[in-house]
């Protein structure tokens, strides 16, 4: 099985905004970040780990030793046993949640992929990878009556049930300051702007001032 075949298997029925065009688009993102850095001789492995980086994910996967297993034997075929070390290492500290609690020190790599994957959760795509997310949770749109969570920790963001805009401020507004390259800032940045102004519109329409 090639790479690509398993991610497309392992991501196929996915609702949640993790199926195989996010897995694409982040590859897409950290090759663009990676040349912009100065890491074009590491592209394949960045790519690579961007392009896996969901697929032992709990919130795709739900058996993720055997998960892990699986990208293990697949990255194999093509990767020496340090790169694909590399590429775990990667994968198992990058996520918003995982690094709540602590910080993880990625590699540069790491870090260009970390970015790349945060990248796609803001924007347009990210509005709307957030609304089918909370879509395939049942989770509610908007209650104004519920405010946004002040101290995340892993635990409670991953088993919290509070609406879709919240996450807005929980996390999502929050990644433009936590980005780890120049390149990756000035695109969060503008995303950034484009989620306020949506932020905005939603408010006054809600309200009925428009
Ligand atoms: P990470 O993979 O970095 O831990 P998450 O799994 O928290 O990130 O989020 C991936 C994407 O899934 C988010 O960017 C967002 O679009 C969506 N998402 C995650 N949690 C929520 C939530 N509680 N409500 C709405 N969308 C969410
Ligand atoms: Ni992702």
């Known amino acids: 099985m090639t790479i690509q075949e398993f991610v497309e298997e392992t991501l196929r029925n996915d609702c949640s905004g ?15 970040l990676a040349e912009q850095e100065g890491l074009e001789n590491e592209q394949n492995l960045i790519q690579t780990a961007a392009y896996v980086h969901d697929v032992i994910d709990i919130k795709v996967v739900s058996d993720v030793d055997e998960a892990k297993q699986a990208l293990n034997d697949v990255l194999s075929q093509s990767f020496t046993s340090e790169d694909v070390n590399h590429i775990f290492e990667i994968i198992e500290h990058l996520s918003y949640s995982k690094n709540l609690d602590q910080q993880y020190v990625l590699s540069k790599e790491g870090q260009v992929v970390q970015d790349a994957d945060r990248i796609d959760a803001l924007g347009a795509i990210g509005i709307a990878r957030t609304f089918a997310f909370g879509g395939a949770n049942q989770r509610t749109m908007y209650d104004p009556t519920i405010k946004p969570q002040k101290e995340l920790t892993q635990a409670s963001y991953q088993k919290y049930e509070g609406t879709t805009i919240n996450h807005f401020y929980e996390k999502l507004l929050k990644l433009e300051s936590m980005m780890n390259t120049q390149s990756g800032k000035r695109i969060a940045h503008e995303r950034t702007l484009y989620m306020r102004q949506f932020l905005d519109e939603f408010y006054k329409e809600w309200d009925g001032q428009k």
């Open 18 to 32: 993790h199926d195989k065009f996010h897995a694409e688009r982040v590859a897409k993102l950290a090759a663009q």
